[in-house]
């Protein structure tokens, strides 16, 4: 359906050409003046040097080509020349009931649906999933729904980090730690057993062990680089080794994911795109991108308009292991095969930009993708604590994920017991619905590529720009409509009639939005739009409630018609929120 901005420019456009001017300075934007009207158009200031002429005349011969529109009840020429407008209660109304019933509630489908990955969460198996990762987790969640709900096909990637030294290094503290596995034991050919010989707690602990000692023995360095790399070359022992830390990480990782209502159509991972490393590398080579450097490849990617210094991107170092770079590299390999996506977009740490920048243009100049595929790299800002450095645990250590969850549940159920509206039992559940909404929310509320301070005071509080404020919205309209319900109203009775007040126009006005909100927030990967939106909307609905009396209205008709409203509000609500990536509880 057409939008309404988009209604109200075409009323414009044809009065600009009936006047004679071009049509296309008939655009309408929001007022800047919402004390004075509610849209305003500002084609005539913009025509006045073609046209060498005043604007304001441009605008009176425009506004008296209007006619007596449908769409206005206002349109007033002010000097020096801008239109202002506002629209017509009852076109407002019918265009809200368009709205109710159309599918995707007035967002215009894609009109060649692309193919999209997001290569996103990227956790590093066996290393706890910790606060760092959570930030990709949300971001990339949204972008996915958001992209989906318009109508693309969203491929999402956990890209799981199983390929990196941290393998060595886990690898060769179980060495020293139980030499006698026969893992170890390289004239072993049976079969390796099918139990793992660690539980996902001591992987946990083995491997920051193993990390703090790697820092300051070099020999244990040295020894856990060479299980790396024999590990990447498929030495039997280590790549079973592999396989229980794998499953035993996966398992974890999963329920992680699920309990941030996060998930994943593909768990690939950096070593499924070892099968495709040889035959790129070489074919690298034979094209004379990749040269020897220092005994290791590299390919040049600096560019002459760059202002800073960009390094060769390294493919394989001089024992031949490969690096970060060579599995994304191959991986987009494997991705152009089996998928052909339109775009790839990496949802990444933003320290990590200049890898991205290396891998995108190694990739481009080796005709590893096609000219029209999209690479996109959306890097974001760091997650810091009320003192303005990286997230921490009160002691000072990294922040596991499952920790400040658990935290944030805490805080919200203590704040749901002392409002007492939800029996106890309700209560645990209830904590965690709106624990993740707080968190989601606090997140996504930024801008994406900005460092933000993770303030758990304000994130909990149902007060203010946060996710309990909106599910709190939510949940008040849902009990409106029951009590509606619970008294013998039809909740499918009636139709949305013009606004009868300020406030109802204006959470009308508000919920028109929809459509372009969502559009351009995939469009510029700015899920915060949505936050925004929705703040707008909650705060719209608020206001409307405390002035208006609902469910005592005498009047059947208007009563039906309030319900109507409260009715695609929620949906608006709801259906944005699904698209951050949480719900809402029935009860708060
Ligand atoms: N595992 C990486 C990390 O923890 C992130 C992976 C991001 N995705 C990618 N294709 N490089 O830093």
């Not at 046209?51 to 011969?61: H, L, R, V």
Request: hydrophobic share 35%; net charge negative.
């Amino acid at each position: 359906m057409k939008k309404l901005m988009e209604q109200m420019a075409d009323e414009l456009s044809a009065a600009f050409e009936k006047a004679g001017y071009d049509p296309s300075y008939g655009k309408v934007t929001v007022s800047n003046r919402p004390d004075l009207c509610e849209f305003q158009c500002n084609g005539a200031m913009a025509g006045a040097k073609a046209y060498k002429k005043a604007p304001f005349m441009i605008a009176d011969d425009v506004v008296a080509n209007l006619g007596n529109s449908p769409v206005f009840s206002m349109a007033e020429v002010v000097k020096p020349g801008f239109i202002n407008l506002k629209v017509k209660e009852e076109f407002l109304a019918d265009y809200l009931e368009q709205m109710a019933v159309d599918e995707k509630l007035s967002v215009t489908p894609a009109e060649t649906p692309k193919t999209i990955m997001i290569d996103y969460g990227g956790p590093n198996v066996a290393k706890p999933l910790h606060v760092g990762h959570l930030r990709s987790a949300i971001i990339g969640e949204s972008i996915k729904r958001t992209g989906r709900y318009i109508g693309h096909k969203v491929i999402g990637d956990v890209h799981l980090g199983d390929w990196g030294l941290q393998m060595g290094l886990i690898i060769t503290e179980l060495k020293h730690r139980q030499p006698e596995l026969v893992y170890f034991d390289d004239s072993y050919t049976g079969e390796y057993p099918s139990e793992a010989p660690f539980t996902i707690s001591e992987l946990e602990e083995i491997y920051p062990c193993a990390s703090g000692k790697s820092k300051t023995d070099e020999e244990y360095r040295n020894e856990a680089l060479e299980a790396t790399h024999l590990l990447q070359q498929g030495k039997p022992g280590y790549m079973a080794l592999w396989n229980h830390i794998m499953n035993v990480s996966v398992t974890d990782l999963k329920r992680n994911y699920d309990n941030l209502n996060v998930s994943f159509d593909l768990w690939k991972k950096e070593s499924d795109a070892q099968p495709y490393i040889p035959d790129m590398v070489e074919k690298m080579k034979e094209q004379g991108f990749a040269y020897e450097d220092q005994g290791a490849l590299v390919v040049d990617v600096k560019e002459e308009s760059d202002t800073k210094e960009i390094p060769p991107c390294m493919l394989l170092k001089s024992d031949g292991a490969s690096l970060y770079t060579t599995t994304d590299l191959a991986t987009i390999v494997e991705r152009v095969k089996l998928f052909d996506p339109d775009e790839i977009l990496y949802v990444v740490d933003k320290r990590q930009e200049l890898h991205f920048i290396q891998v995108f243009r190694c990739a481009r100049k080796t005709g590893l993708v096609k000219d029209e595929t999209k690479l996109s790299f959306l890097g974001f800002g760091t997650m810091n604590g009320k003192d303005g450095k990286p997230f921490k645990t009160r002691e000072g250590g990294v922040m596991r994920l499952e920790n400040l969850i658990a935290d944030i549940d805490e805080e919200m159920y203590r704040k749901i017991v002392e409002n007492r509206s939800v029996k106890d039992k309700d209560a645990d559940e209830t904590a965690k619905i709106v624990g993740l909404s707080a968190i989601k929310y606090g997140d996504l509320s930024n801008q994406a590529t900005k460092d933000y301070i993770f303030d758990v005071d304000r994130f909990t509080s149902f007060e203010g720009n946060t996710g309990p404020y909106i599910l709190y919205t939510i949940v008040r309209i849902k009990s409106i409509l029951n009590r509606f319900v619970e008294e013998g109203g039809d909740a499918d009775a009636g139709r949305i009639l013009p606004a009868v007040n300020e406030s109802e126009k204006n959470l009308m006005l508000q919920l028109t939005g929809f459509g372009a909100t969502v559009e351009s927030a995939f469009e510029e990967k700015a899920p915060h739009k949505i936050c925004a939106y929705i703040y707008e909307v909650s705060n719209a609905f608020n206001s409307f409630y405390h002035e208006t009396k609902i469910l005592s209205e005498a009047n059947q008709a208007q009563k039906e018609s309030f319900i109507q409203l409260l009715k695609l509000t929620r949906e608006v609500l709801e259906t944005s929120i699904d698209l951050l990536g949480f719900s809402a509880p029935d009860r708060m």
